[in-house]
């Protein structure tokens, strides 16, 4: 059974940092892609940031340059750095482990998803 569970969200201030963790567990094939949605109230899913198997990874325009992915592969443990908060950044923050890249850019919707992690940003 696969499970995907996220942790370290919080509150800060704009400017700030907070790093997120997922751990991913159960999932057996050799390939594929691991990353993060977020959802504001009112507001479309967006996906953030992504990393593939291989490690190449992919990032919402909105994100780059402040948010950096990785991922321990001995830890089986996803990280996602977030500096330069912004309140525009708060969100619920979804942890996502799909079979390829066109899962998730098309969504997600047939991946594992996690109960979600709160990040909220004040001005």
């Known amino acids: 059974q696969v499970q995907v569970v996220e942790s370290g969200g919080g509150s800060v201030q704009a400017g700030g940092s907070l790093r997120l963790s997922c751990a991913a567990s159960?999932?057996?094939?050799?390939?594929?892609?691991i990353g993060w949605f977020r959802q504001a109230p009112g507001k479309e899913r967006e996906g953030v940031a992504a990393?593939?198997?291989?490690?190449?990874?992919s990032y919402a325009d909105s994100v780059k340059g402040r948010f950096t992915i990785s991922k321990d592969n001995a830890k089986n443990t996803l990280y996602l750095q977030m500096n330069s908060l912004k309140p525009e950044d708060t969100a619920m923050y979804y942890c996502?482990?799909?079979?390829?890249?066109?899962?998730?850019?098309?969504?997600?919707?047939?991946?594992?998803w996690g109960q979600g992690t709160q990040v909220t940003v004040s001005s």
């Open positions: 159960g999932y057996t094939y050799s390939r594929y892609c």
């Open positions: 996502v482990l799909v079979g390829a890249w066109d899962d998730y850019y098309s969504g997600g919707d047939f991946g594992y």
């Open positions: 990393i593939d198997s291989d490690g190449s990874t």
